[in-house]
């Protein structure tokens, strides 16, 4: 027997106090009527009550102690009756799919020890994988008979295949086989398949079943995400656990980087649950795989290709707000925000930025200067997509104008009708696409149709130059090159006026594909057979396809299970690469049903649990002991009878509850973590001291040494950034500076005194709220020359550019910032103070390159002209952070190492800033006052 609390039997030393206890308590007192005092001398005594608790009920309360703490203990009787000795052929059943890979080395300590027991009696054991292997034979070759040596050499050389199960071809190998085997082992990944039924025949024939289940398998599955599921980049997919389970995600690049770590729960009983992670696109579209932290294989490994990037696409707009339903950009953004980072304002402000796309509606290319920068932007690469409308049918296209100068092909004026009261005509369809055109093989819709449009001048090149065509051969878009770059038209407008095309899922279509295809992407046609590139192995790595590996088909990815034909990985050429991913037709994972005698990992069977009927046997002894109570005040009081009788009731019933709880059915016990409940961690009691002691408050570890600190916003991987990144920068500052650092304070305005720093540096998230006290808080610490350095994290929040994570930034920022007393700001340059207090610097990045800070302006005499915030969306804590071993987990973007030094250098003139205020800035009228010192006479 075993215990798997035994310190808990400590408890039992305490039995003589118990007992003690018990046969010191005094009898209850004894109701009497009050009489009148006279009448006091002629009562007598009727009944005699026991100044102690009789033997008996001494003896069972001390018994139901004992169980109780018997019971808490966790104990196990140990089977000690291993199988018998193998004395006959073996039959070794093994899952080496998909689930296989978390446990796999104590799976494959298992087989081998069977084995090694089959080697003693020189019993042959005939190996079956229930999973195929690249390297094996035709998948219908029947299994023979092999000796322990060479079945242990076969272990040895085996791997997790990246492929699931296929028991309905293991149930005919075990179908083929002729006799009956003296023992059966199979080693269970415990998931369900839909052939489960046919393969637990087929292997009980075979003979009678040990099958072990492995008490640490887990079962985890990364799958893709729904298409436009925002910020959502995986699925997780789990059997339900009895218990939390806390884990963490990690997006990483191609040459193995971690871009950030996502720490999520599944709650208990959960079988699903969404990985959210809410990067910037320049960001994002490096992520390349997510995996599980600790829980390695192809499960758990999801692959990114091409199509889950997402590309920066301008939208040209003419000003003023954007109708609903009718505006010219309202179907764009419908159709392009789920898969693209879109933005939106004047020809300037876009192509300031890196573009893959523009896009202008009808009137938006108004005027030369736009035109001009519009048309330079195109011929060094980019791409244009038009939208005709009525501006553009009016305008004359004769050559001479300037809105003919970015037209993929001369136009006629006007525009032409198809359908209406004042036509013959009915509205056209769309004709199929070219094989050439980059729609090819996009389905069209019957109800799709054209009722205006604007023509294009008949030209020698105009069939070649035509993407998209109505049935009567009209074009509908075409391009032409410009440069480097491309234009192209649509031939009707963004709205629904003049086609129902914008209010169908063939616009989205079309809108995506012309994104990849500015991207430089190949577009295979559904035919094309896509090679495999990358091929991933059982255990999660990227490597070399195996010899197995054939090509897929461009429009089989969707319908393809992965085998050893088409491995997990990704196929085609860089510029297309497709991912198909291991559990990309995996919708849910199901517990299987055990086919024969569950044992354990050591081939025994698994150890009963008695704590239950411990505890069970004690639940009963305590409520004997109240019925006996009840009974003997029922003896001296009848009117206790009823109560009586209802307590007996209980009894029954508690204990038949109890019973049918706890069956005992031989089922695999669970793990003492996992029959332990998790202990909460409980924040450190203090005892209240005498109000002479709580007079002298104690000294704060910040009025000690100087530390800076950063504003907690509850996100526990926010916080842990901040507080590893203010660490980084304290060790910074501490080996470049005289500056002496402490470690850095998490703390929370309106209830910590914020007084002992020089700088606060507060991350601010999209939740973020504030309160009355709070916003006082901050502005007693900035009017008393304290400096906040308010970070939005790679989110641009200064309202230039707009866009969804920009409005969020934006909201959040003045949400938190409503009430504070900031002076005018003004964007930071090179010539100000804060870029010369330690370092000489002309850029001040953080994570991200290239972000605006925004400082108060110069010249204000108020606060000795030091500015009390520092604005910016850097992200500076993402790459100050150093973890434990001193590394630093966070990729830096685009600058590397370089920008990560040029993040510490500002951070380090931020601290000297904060400590010294503007003493350096008199240092640079150092020449000019001893010049006139000198003409002085």
Same mark, same amino acid.
């Given at each position: 027997?075993?215990?798997?609390?035994?310190?808990?039997?400590?408890?039992?030393?305490?039995?003589?106090?118990?007992?003690?206890?018990?046969?010191?308590?005094?009898?209850?007192?004894?109701?009497?009527?009050?009489?009148?005092?006279?009448?006091?001398?002629?009562?007598?005594?009727?009944?005699?009550?026991?100044?102690?608790?009789?033997?008996?009920?001494?003896?069972?309360?001390?018994?139901?102690?004992?169980?109780?703490?018997?019971?808490?203990?966790?104990?196990?009787?140990?089977?000690?009756?291993?199988?018998?000795?193998?004395?006959?052929?073996?039959?070794?059943?093994?899952?080496?799919?998909?689930?296989?890979?978390?446990?796999?080395?104590?799976?494959?300590?298992?087989?081998?020890?069977?084995?090694?027991?089959?080697?003693?009696?020189?019993?042959?054991?005939?190996?079956?994988?229930?999973?195929?292997?690249?390297?094996?034979?035709?998948?219908?070759?029947?299994?023979?008979?092999?000796?322990?040596?060479?079945?242990?050499?076969?272990? %040895?050389?085996?791997?997790?295949?990246?492929?699931?199960? %296929?028991?309905?071809?293991?149930?005919?190998?075990?179908?083929?086989?002729?006799?009956?085997?003296?023992?059966?082992?199979?080693?269970?990944?415990?998931?369900?398949?839909?052939?489960?039924?046919?393969?637990?025949?087929?292997?009980?024939?075979?003979?009678?079943?040990?099958?072990?289940?492995?008490?640490?398998?887990?079962?985890?599955?990364?799958?893709?995400?729904?298409?436009?599921?925002?910020?959502?980049?995986?699925?997780?997919?789990?059997?339900?656990?009895?218990?939390?389970?806390?884990?963490?995600?990690?997006?990483?690049?191609?040459?193995?980087?971690?871009?950030?770590?996502?720490?999520?729960?599944?709650?208990?009983?959960?079988?699903?649950?969404?990985?959210?992670?809410?990067?910037?696109?320049?960001?994002?579209?490096?992520?390349?795989?997510?995996?599980?932290?600790?829980?390695?294989?192809?499960?758990?490994?999801?692959?990114?290709?091409?199509?889950?990037?997402?590309?920066?696409?301008?939208?040209?707009?003419?000003?003023?707000?954007?109708?609903?339903?009718?505006?010219?950009?309202?179907?764009?953004?419908?159709?392009?925000?789920?898969?693209?980072?879109?933005?939106?304002?004047?020809?300037?402000?876009?192509?300031?930025?890196?573009?893959?796309?523009?896009?202008?509606?009808?009137?938006?290319?108004?005027?030369?200067?736009?035109?001009?920068?519009?048309?330079?932007?195109?011929?060094?690469?980019?791409?244009?997509?038009?939208?005709?409308?009525?501006?553009?049918?009016?305008?004359?296209?004769?050559g001479a104008s300037p809105a003919d100068s970015l037209l993929p092909v001369p136009l006629l004026d006007g525009t032409r009708q198809l359908g209406g009261s004042m036509t013959w005509g009915a509205p056209q369809k769309l004709a199929a696409f070219d094989a050439l055109s980059p729609f090819r093989g996009l389905p069209i819709p019957a109800d799709v149709t054209v009722s205006r449009q604007v023509l294009a001048s008949p030209t020698d090149t105009l069939g070649e130059q035509?993407?998209?065509?109505?049935?009567?051969?009209?074009?509908?878009?075409?391009?032409?090159?410009?440069?480097?770059?491309?234009?192209?038209?649509?031939?009707?407008?963004?709205?629904?006026?003049?086609?129902?095309?914008?209010?169908?899922?063939?616009?989205?279509?079309?809108?995506?594909?012309?994104?990849?295809?500015?991207?430089?992407?190949?577009?295979?046609?559904?035919?094309?057979?896509?090679?495999?590139?990358?091929?991933?192995?059982?255990?999660?790595?990227?490597?070399?396809?195996?010899?197995?590996?054939?090509?897929?088909?461009?429009?089989?990815?969707?319908?393809?299970?992965?085998?050893?034909?088409?491995?997990?990985?990704?196929?085609?050429?860089?510029?297309?690469?497709?991912?198909?991913?291991?559990?990309?037709?995996?919708?849910?994972?199901?517990?299987?049903?055990?086919?024969?005698?569950?044992?354990?990992?050591?081939?025994?069977?698994?150890?009963?649990?008695?704590?239950?009927?411990?505890?069970?046997?004690?639940?009963?002894?305590?409520?004997?002991?109240?019925?006996?109570?009840?009974?003997?005040?029922?003896?001296?009081?009848?009117?206790?009878?009823?109560?009586?009788?209802?307590?007996?009731?209980?009894?029954?019933?508690?204990?038949?509850?109890?019973?049918?709880?706890?069956?005992?059915?031989?089922?695999?016990?669970?793990?003492?973590?996992?029959?332990?409940?998790?202990?909460?961690?409980?924040?450190?009691?203090?005892?209240?001291?005498?109000?002479?002691?709580?007079?002298?408050?104690?000294?704060?570890?910040?009025?000690?040494?100087?530390?800076?600190?950063?504003?907690?916003?509850?996100?526990?991987?926010?916080?842990?950034?901040?507080?590893?990144?203010?660490?980084?920068?304290?060790?910074?500052?501490?080996?470049?500076?005289?500056?002496?650092?402490?470690?850095?304070?998490?703390?929370?305005?309106?209830?910590?005194?914020?007084?002992?720093?020089?700088?606060?540096?507060?991350?601010?998230?999209?939740?973020?709220?504030?309160?009355?006290?709070?916003?006082?808080?901050?502005?007693?610490?900035?009017?008393?020359?304290?400096?906040?350095?308010?970070?939005?994290?790679?989110?641009?929040?200064?309202?230039?550019?707009?866009?969804?994570?920009?409005?969020?930034?934006?909201?959040?920022?003045?949400?938190?910032?409503?009430?504070?007393?900031?002076?005018?700001?003004?964007?930071?340059?090179?010539?100000?103070?804060?870029?010369?207090?330690?370092?000489?610097?002309?850029?001040?990045?953080?994570?991200?390159?290239?972000?605006?800070?925004?400082?108060?302006?110069?010249?204000?005499?108020?606060?000795?002209?030091?500015?009390?915030?520092?604005?910016?969306s850097a992200d500076w804590a993402h790459a100050w952070a150093v973890d434990g071993n001193g590394g630093t987990p966070y990729a830096v973007l685009p600058g590397g190492a370089e920008q990560r030094i040029q993040a510490y250098r500002f951070g380090l003139n931020a601290v000297i800033y904060a400590l010294t205020g503007s003493y350096k800035a008199d240092q640079v009228h150092v020449p000019m006052l001893l010049k006139r010192l000198e003409n002085t006479p």
């Amino acid at each position: 027997m075993s215990f798997s609390s035994p310190l808990l039997l400590l408890a039992l030393v305490g039995l003589p106090l118990v007992w003690w206890l018990l046969r010191a308590t005094p009898p209850q007192p004894r109701r009497q009527v009050f009489p009148p005092v006279a009448l006091l001398a002629g009562l007598r005594t009727r009944q005699i009550d026991a100044v102690r608790s009789p033997l008996w009920l001494l003896v069972l309360r001390a018994l139901v102690f004992c169980l109780l703490v018997i019971g808490l203990a966790g104990p196990s009787l140990h089977n000690e009756a291993e199988t018998p000795p193998i004395s006959g052929p073996v039959l070794l059943v093994m899952d080496n799919g998909l689930f296989a890979a978390p446990d796999w080395a104590e799976r494959i300590g298992t087989a081998q020890a069977i084995v090694q027991r089959a080697a003693r009696s020189q019993s042959p054991v005939t190996l079956l994988l229930t999973a195929p292997t690249p390297t094996e034979q035709p998948s219908d070759a029947p299994v023979i008979p092999q000796s322990s040596t060479e079945a242990e050499q076969a272990l %040895n050389a085996l791997r997790p295949s990246p492929w699931p199960v %296929n028991r309905t071809q293991a149930a005919r190998q075990l179908g083929a086989l002729s006799h009956r085997y003296a023992q059966v082992f199979y080693l269970a990944d415990g998931v369900a398949s839909p052939q489960d039924a046919d393969f637990a025949q087929a292997l009980r024939h075979t003979g009678a079943v040990r099958e072990v289940r492995f008490p640490h398998q887990t079962a985890l599955a990364l799958t893709p995400p729904a298409p436009a599921s925002g910020d959502v980049m995986a699925h997780m997919l789990a059997l339900p656990a009895a218990l939390p389970q806390d884990m963490t995600a990690l997006a990483r690049t191609a040459d193995g980087a971690t871009l950030a770590a996502i720490p999520f729960t599944l709650p208990a009983h959960a079988t699903q649950a969404d990985i959210h992670l809410a990067l910037p696109p320049e960001v994002r579209n490096q992520v390349e795989t997510i995996t599980l932290r600790g829980i390695a294989g192809a499960a758990t490994t999801l692959l990114m290709d091409e199509t889950d990037r997402m590309r920066p696409v301008g939208l040209l707009s003419a000003g003023g707000a954007d109708t609903p339903l009718v505006g010219a950009l309202f179907y764009i953004r419908r159709a392009l925000a789920p898969t693209t980072d879109l933005h939106e304002g004047n020809a300037e402000t876009l192509l300031s930025r890196p573009l893959s796309v523009l896009i202008a509606p009808d009137g938006t290319l108004t005027g030369n200067q736009t035109q001009q920068v519009v048309r330079a932007w195109v011929e060094k690469g980019g791409t244009l997509i038009r939208f005709a409308g009525p501006a553009l049918a009016g305008a004359s296209h004769d050559g001479a104008s300037p809105a003919d100068s970015l037209l993929p092909v001369p136009l006629l004026d006007g525009t032409r009708q198809l359908g209406g009261s004042m036509t013959w005509g009915a509205p056209q369809k769309l004709a199929a696409f070219d094989a050439l055109s980059p729609f090819r093989g996009l389905p069209i819709p019957a109800d799709v149709t054209v009722s205006r449009q604007v023509l294009a001048s008949p030209t020698d090149t105009l069939g070649e130059q035509s993407w998209a065509r109505l049935a009567d051969g009209t074009p509908l878009v075409t391009y032409a090159t410009l440069g480097k770059g491309t234009l192209v038209l649509f031939h009707i407008s963004s709205t629904a006026d003049w086609s129902n095309l914008p209010l169908s899922g063939l616009f989205v279509s079309m809108l995506q594909r012309l994104t990849e295809h500015a991207n430089g992407l190949a577009i295979p046609a559904d035919d094309t057979l896509l090679s495999p590139a990358l091929s991933l192995d059982g255990e999660g790595n990227l490597g070399p396809p195996p010899a197995s590996a054939r090509g897929l088909r461009a429009s089989a990815f969707a319908s393809t299970p992965v085998s050893p034909e088409h491995p997990p990985g990704l196929y085609g050429p860089r510029n297309g690469r497709r991912a198909l991913n291991a559990t990309a037709q995996i919708t849910t994972l199901q517990a299987a049903e055990p086919i024969g005698t569950l044992i354990d990992p050591q081939t025994r069977q698994p150890d009963r649990p008695l704590g239950r009927y411990s505890l069970l046997a004690a639940l009963v002894l305590m409520l004997v002991d109240g019925l006996a109570m009840l009974l003997m005040r029922v003896a001296r009081r009848p009117s206790a009878r009823g109560a009586a009788v209802v307590l007996l009731g209980c009894l029954l019933v508690a204990g038949g509850a109890a019973h049918a709880q706890a069956p005992d059915d031989g089922s695999y016990p669970l793990p003492p973590s996992a029959r332990t409940a998790p202990q909460q961690a409980m924040p450190a009691a203090v005892d209240a001291a005498p109000p002479a002691i709580q007079q002298i408050p104690p000294v704060p570890r910040a009025a000690l040494e100087t530390r800076l600190a950063y504003v907690v916003t509850g996100h526990a991987d926010v916080d842990d950034v901040s507080r590893q990144g203010l660490q980084g920068l304290s060790d910074f500052v501490n080996a470049r500076t005289s500056a002496k650092l402490g470690v850095p304070d998490g703390i929370r305005p309106g209830q910590d005194d914020l007084s002992y720093y020089p700088l606060i540096y507060w991350p601010v998230t999209a939740d973020a709220q504030t309160s009355p006290a709070i916003t006082a808080n901050l502005n007693s610490f900035m009017a008393h020359g304290g400096i906040l350095l308010i970070d939005t994290q790679g989110d641009n929040a200064s309202g230039e550019e707009g866009g969804p994570a920009d409005a969020s930034a934006g909201h959040a920022l003045r949400r938190v910032t409503a009430g504070l007393q900031i002076p005018p700001l003004t964007t930071m340059t090179d010539h100000h103070l804060l870029a010369h207090t330690f370092y000489l610097l002309h850029d001040f990045p953080g994570r991200y390159a290239g972000q605006p800070i925004w400082v108060a302006r110069e010249g204000d005499a108020e606060n000795d002209d030091v500015s009390p915030v520092i604005i910016g969306s850097a992200d500076w804590a993402h790459a100050w952070a150093v973890d434990g071993n001193g590394g630093t987990p966070y990729a830096v973007l685009p600058g590397g190492a370089e920008q990560r030094i040029q993040a510490y250098r500002f951070g380090l003139n931020a601290v000297i800033y904060a400590l010294t205020g503007s003493y350096k800035a008199d240092q640079v009228h150092v020449p000019m006052l001893l010049k006139r010192l000198e003409n002085t006479p």
